[in-house]
C-alpha cells in the first residue's frame, strides 16, 4: 500500500518546513508559581514551577489517595496537594495552571476543582509538553528533538528543535502511524499488559532472535509510517493487529517476536534521529514521549550517534507532561528529586503507629556506616532518604541496594523480591569520578538510569556476570552535588570493598509503582524478603 512518509529521504532535496501551530503556554512572561498538570488516568502528574525553577513533582500513581480519586475523574487532585504541601504553598496562591489533557479543552467539575478557581487557566498540547520537558532538562542549547509516543492526541511521531529557551515542533505523524502504539499493541499479543509491561517486552528480546525482521520492516517504515493492512477493526470500532500480522507470525515465539519488534524499533529511532540532525543542523538528538523509556532503545541511539550527543529525561511519558506544559526555559540542573521528603520526627511516628523497633542514626556518618556494614554482609537493603524520585527509574533515594560481589544476588532480586523474570537485568550506581573505570563510554543518559553502557576490562571482571548484549550494564551514574549521601555511600563502600558500585534497584513491590512514603517503605520491607531498611536516621533489620 501507498504510505504517506513523515519526511523526505536523506538525499532528496526538502524545502524548508512550515511549522504547525501548537500553543505554547509556557511562552509568556513567568508568573511567580505555575502550576502544570498532565490530565490522564494511566500518568496522571502535577508540578510547581517557581521563577522558573522546579520545585515540586508528583505523579498520582504514586500517593495511596488514588484509589479515591474517582471524584475527581482523572484530574491528579491528590497530585496537585502535594505538590503544595512540598512547595510549603496554599493552593490558592497558584497563579496559573496549565492542563496537558488526553481529552483536550475541558473544564468539567472533575478537572476544575473549587480551589483553583482563582487561577487562570490555559491548556498544553501533547506534542507541546513533551518537547519542552525533553528538550529543557537536556544539558545542550540547541538539539533536535524526537518525540515517540502511543496514541494521545492522536500523534504518534514528531519532531522538534529547542534553541535556547524556545521550543518548535515542526512535523508529526498521525495516528495510527506510530510505531509506540504498535510496540503496544504487540505486547498486548505477548501476553502482557499495554501501556504498563513494555518493559517486559524489552528485556525478554534480550533471549530471541530476529526470526520475523521482515515482518516488521513491512510493518512499520523507517519514517514511523504503519502499513495499515496489517491492522484491522475490532467489533467495538478500535483499530487492533489484524489477520495479516498474526498470520505472519508464529504467536509460540514469543521471544523472537519481542527481538524482532525491538530491532525494528532501533531501526526506526536511528533512521528518524539521522533525518532530525541533517534537517535542522545539529549534533544533539533529544528523546521523549514513552517509547523513550526504552533504555535498549536509549542506548543503541547513543552508539550510533555518540552518548554525550543523546538525551532522554527522567519521565520522557506522559507524566513528564506536567513539568514540560509548565516550564518556560531550561533547567540549570539536571535531577529528577522533585518529590516529597520526610525528616526524623515524621518517620519516627510513622515507626511507632506500627510499633517498631528501630536503631538510631544521629549523624550522616554514622548511616553510611550502618548501610556499609549491612551491604559487606551482603544483605539486600531498602534504601529511603531525601526527596523521592519523579518517575519510575530508582536514583537513589527510594531504592533497593545490593552488594554485586554477593552470591545469587540476581536470583534473590528477580525472582524472590521482585517476582519477574530471570530476563530482567539490573542497574548499578557508580560515582561519576569512578565510572570511568569500568565503563568504556556513557553520556548524560547515564545521570537517570536511561541508557545501558559498555563495560572496561576491569568492569567486565566486576560486572559481567550483569551483562547483555555482549557487554552492556545498565548504568547510573551519581554526581556529587546532586545526591550527596547516596554518592558518600557508594564511595564509602567502595573503600571497604575495592569497587565503589552498587546494584540499584527501585523500591516497591511487584506491580505497585515505586515507594513515595515512609509507611509505603515500611510496609515493603515486611512484606517482601528485604534484610534491612535504612529510613532516614533510622535502621530497621528482620
Known sequence: MTRSHLFSPPHSTHPTPTPLRFSFPHCYNSPVIILGITDDRAAGSAA???????????????????????????????????????????????ERVVNYSASGQTRTSGADPSLLDHAEWRWSNHLGSHAAWTFFASPFDR??????????????????VGDGDSVRVVESSTFPNSPGWIYSQVTRALGYEPRRQEAKVQWLSLTGEPEFAEVFKQLIALDGTVDQSFLSRSASGAIVLGDRFFRALDMKRKANIAASLQARLEEVC???????????GVQSVCFGGGVAENALLVSRLEQELGAEHVFVPPAPGNAGSSIGAALQGKLTSLTASFGPQFGNNEI???????????????????IIRRTVDLLIRNDIVAWFQGRAEFGSR????????????????DENINRFLKRREQFHPFAVSVPAESAGRYFREFGPCAQVLSSASPLTEIGKQMLGRFSFRGDLVRLHVVEQRTNPLFHRLLVEFGKRSEHPVLINSSLNLPGEPMAMRPRDAIRIFYASGLDALVIGGFVLRK
Not at 530508582?394 to 544476588?409: D, K, W
Open 270 to 280: 536511528i533512521a528518524l534521529a539521522v533525518e532530525a540532525r541533517r534537517r535542522f
Open 48 to 94: 510547581l514551577v517557581v521563577d522558573g525553577r522546579v520545585v515540586a513533582a508528583v505523579q498520582e500513581n504514586k500517593l495511596e489517595e488514588r484509589v479515591r480519586q474517582s471524584a475527581h475523574g482523572t484530574f491528579p487532585m491528590q497530585s496537585v496537594l502535594e505538590c503544595c504541601r512540598i512547595a510549603g504553598i496554599a493552593p490558592e496562591t497558584i
Open 394 to 409: 530508582a536514583l537513589g533515594y527510594r531504592s533497593m541496594l545490593a552488594n554485586p560481589r554477593a552470591s545469587y544476588i
Open 348 to 366: 519516627k511516628s510513622e515507626l511507632d503507629n506500627c510499633k517498631l523497633v528501630s536503631a538510631y542514626a544521629s549523624s550522616d556518618e554514622e
Open 143 to 160: 538539539a533536535a528533538i524526537v518525540l515517540l509516543c502511543g496514541a494521545a492526541d492522536s500523534r504518534g511521531v514528531a519532531m522538534a
